[in-house]
């Protein structure tokens, strides 16, 4: 099975674009869902986050999110020791997912491949490119979300004009150039590199 990845910062419209290729009859793995699900489901993991940062970052199963990001933003060391436990759960969840799928090729979704080292783990990546004023519109638009807090997380990401010369196809979604044939002919070239 092709192996497709899909990135771009945050509010380029990957979600969006997922959907597109989702209609088509593509299955998407979601990491940043599966991360977040594994956070209140799995419960060694939940036992090593503990041990982590502290009991009171959990309620029972359920993570205290405001807690856990107060601690993880402010304090790099900690954001690496967590990635450092979610991502290999996060990794046999993908492939364990991966191995229920039939469909010529899988997207997996993703806005910190480069950043985060898992790029290798991937075939041929997709990048979906909007510039950031745009970016920063949508998902203030999306909500509930601040300013502050976007522009946070885009500086904490690579820049997505440095990121797309990493991606191996780029769909440009800058509200003026029409995403739905790009992705049609994309898909196209997909399922014949599939074969
Ligand atoms: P990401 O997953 O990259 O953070 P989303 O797909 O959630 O981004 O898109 C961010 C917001 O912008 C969403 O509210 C989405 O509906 C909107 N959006 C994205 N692409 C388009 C588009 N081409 N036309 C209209 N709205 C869009």
Redesign the pocket.
């Known amino acids: 099975m092709l192996q497709v990845g899909i990135t ?12 597109v290729f989702n209609t088509l009859g593509i299955p998407v793995f979601k990491a940043d869902d599966a991360a977040k699900y594994l956070m209140s489901h799995d419960e060694a993991l939940i036992e090593q986050i503990k041990a982590l940062l502290g009991n009171e970052s959990y309620h029972g199963l359920v993570p205290d999110r405001q807690k856990i990001g107060a601690i993880i933003f402010n304090d790099p060391q900690k954001l690496q020791q967590i990635n450092a436990l979610v991502h290999p759960a996060t990794v046999s969840y993908y492939k364990n997912w991966l191995i229920q799928q039939k469909a010529p090729y899988v997207l997996k ?1 993703a ?1 910190i491949f480069f950043e985060s080292g898992t790029a290798q783990e991937i075939e041929l990546m997709i990048g ?1 490119y ?1 510039p950031a004023p745009l ?1 920063i519109d ?2 203030l ?2 909500g509930p979300m601040t300013r502050e807090r976007a522009e946070s997380i885009m500086n904490q990401q690579m820049n997505d004009e440095e990121k797309m010369k990493l991606c191996d196809y780029v769909i440009v ?3 003026k150039t029409p ?1 739905i044939p790009q992705v049609l002919h994309l898909h196209a070239t997909l399922l014949h590199k599939a074969k």
Do not use: F, L, M, W
Request: charged share 30%; aromatic share 0%; hydrophobic share 30%.
């Open positions: 771009g910062g945050i509010g380029s419209g990957k979600s969006t674009v997922c959907q979704e806005a979906v909007a970016r949508r998902v638009k999306r979604n800058d509200d995403v």
